[in-house]
C-alpha cells in the first residue's frame, strides 16, 4: 500500500479509541485483550509497518489540534484558508498527529461559540482559530485558558491573550491604505471606509484597520474628510448611492475582501471613484483589472492558515520553538504586478 496508514485509520477499523492505539503501538498503559486483539487486527488488515521517525517524536504520544474557521461556502475568502490547513494535515498525516477541522457561520457569532465548544469537549492539546468575532473570541480564550489548552490564531489578533498567533499588523495595514489613497488625491478629499457584512464594533479586524486608516492623517498635515459606513452586501444599492451624494465621497476604503461590491455598484451608479480593497478574489482581480479597483492589499489568508498550524505541528511534534506573534508582510497589488500572484 502507497497510503500512509494514520493511527485514526487503525482505530476506525478496530472500532476502538485513538489512545487505545497509541498505547498498543508504543506498548504503555494498559490496554484489555479484546481492544488488544481488535488493533492487532486491524494492523494486519492494514500491512501497518512503523514509521521509524514518527516512533522517535517527542513524547511518543499522539497530539491532537482542533482547527476553527469560518466556513467557506459563506465567504470565498476563507476558500484559500481552508485549502492552507488541508496542505498541512497532509504534510504530517505520517505522524502521529490528530488534526480536526471544524467551520462556524462568519455572519452568525453564535455559531463561533457553539462549534467552539464542542471542540473544546474533545480536549484537544491545542486550539487554532480565526477570533473574527471579538466577544465571542474572548469567550473561546478564557475556556481555553481554564482548560489548559494551548491557543492560537491567525488573520486578526484578539484583545485577549493568547498563545500564538500568525497574521498582518492590521493597525499598519489601515494606514498603508491611507498612504495610498493621499497619494493620489487631492487634499480636503472626501474618503469612505466602508464595513461590510459585520457588525463593527464587534468585528476586531475592522476596528483595527479603520484606526490605522485615520491615524495616518492624524500623523500628516494632509487634509481629509473621512466617513464611515456599515453596510449590507445584499442590500447596499440605495445606502451606498446616498452615502457617495451626501458626502460627496473621492475614494472608498473596503476593510474586508468585498470591494467588488463596491466597484460594481459603482458601475451601476455610473460613478467613479477611487477604490481601494483587499485580497485576490476572483471579481476583486476582475475590477483591479478593469480599473475599477486601484489597489488590493494581499492578506496571504492561505499562508496564514497554513503556517499558525504549521507552528503548532511542530511545536507538538519537535518541541520546535514557535513565535508568540508573528507578522507576515503587507503586499501592495495593482493591475501591472497581480499575475506575479496569480
Avoid at 269 to 284: C, E, T, W
Wanted: aromatic share 10%.
Amino acid at each position: 500500500m502507497n497510503k500512509k496508514i494514520r493511527i485514526r485509520d487503525i482505530a476506525s477499523i478496530a472500532e476502538v479509541s485513538i489512545g487505545t492505539v497509541d498505547r498498543v503501538l508504543h506498548q504503555r498503559g494498559k490496554v484489555s485483550d479484546k481492544a488488544l486483539q481488535r488493533v492487532n487486527a486491524a494492523l494486519k488488515e492494514l500491512n501497518y509497518k512503523p514509521n521509524p521517525m514518527a516512533r522517535s517524536l517527542k513524547n511518543n504520544k499522539v497530539h491532537s489540534i482542533c482547527v476553527l474557521v469560518p466556513d467557506p461556502n459563506k465567504d470565498l475568502y476563507w476558500l484559500p484558508c481552508q485549502q492552507g490547513i488541508v496542505s498541512v494535515i497532509k504534510e504530517y498525516e505520517a505522524f502521529d498527529l490528530d488534526i480536526t477541522v471544524a467551520y462556524f457561520d462568519p455572519e452568525a457569532p453564535d455559531t463561533l461559540v457553539h462549534e467552539g465548544q464542542v471542540l473544546i469537549d474533545r480536549f484537544p492539546d491545542a486550539f487554532l482559530f480565526v477570533p473574527l468575532f471579538e466577544q465571542e473570541s474572548d469567550i473561546l480564550l478564557k475556556k481555553l485558558f481554564n482548560r489548559n489548552i494551548r491557543s492560537a490564531t491567525f488573520n486578526s489578533l484578539p484583545k485577549k491573550h493568547v498563545n500564538h498567533h500568525v497574521g498582518q499588523d492590521l493597525h499598519r495595514s489601515g494606514r498603508v491604505g491611507a498612504k495610498l489613497i493621499s497619494s493620489f488625491l487631492a487634499a480636503d478629499s472626501n474618503i469612505g471606509i466602508i464595513h461590510m457584512d459585520e457588525a463593527f464594533g464587534n468585528a476586531i479586524h475592522m476596528q483595527q484597520k479603520e484606526k490605522g486608516f485615520r491615524s495616518y492623517f492624524e500623523g500628516t498635515e494632509i487634509k481629509a474628510n473621512i466617513y464611515t459606513k456599515t453596510l449590507d452586501s445584499d442590500a447596499m444599492g440605495d445606502d451606498l448611492s446616498s452615502f457617495k451624494e451626501t458626502y460627496d465621497i473621492d475614494a472608498f476604503f473596503v476593510t474586508n475582501s468585498k470591494a467588488y461590491k463596491v466597484a460594481h455598484m459603482l458601475e451601476v451608479m455610473d460613478k467613479n471613484a477611487f477604490v481601494i480593497g483587499y485580497d485576490l478574489l476572483p471579481r476583486n482581480i476582475d475590477y483591479l483589472e478593469s480599473g475599477k479597483i486601484q489597489f488590493l492589499i494581499h492578506q496571504a489568508p492561505r499562508l496564514q492558515a497554513s503556517r499558525s498550524l504549521k507552528h503548532l505541528a511542530e511545536l507538538l511534534l519537535f518541541g520546535k520553538h514557535t513565535p508568540t506573534k508573528e507578522f507576515l508582510p503587507i503586499e501592495i497589488i495593482n493591475s501591472e504586478n497581480l499575475m506575479c500572484y496569480l
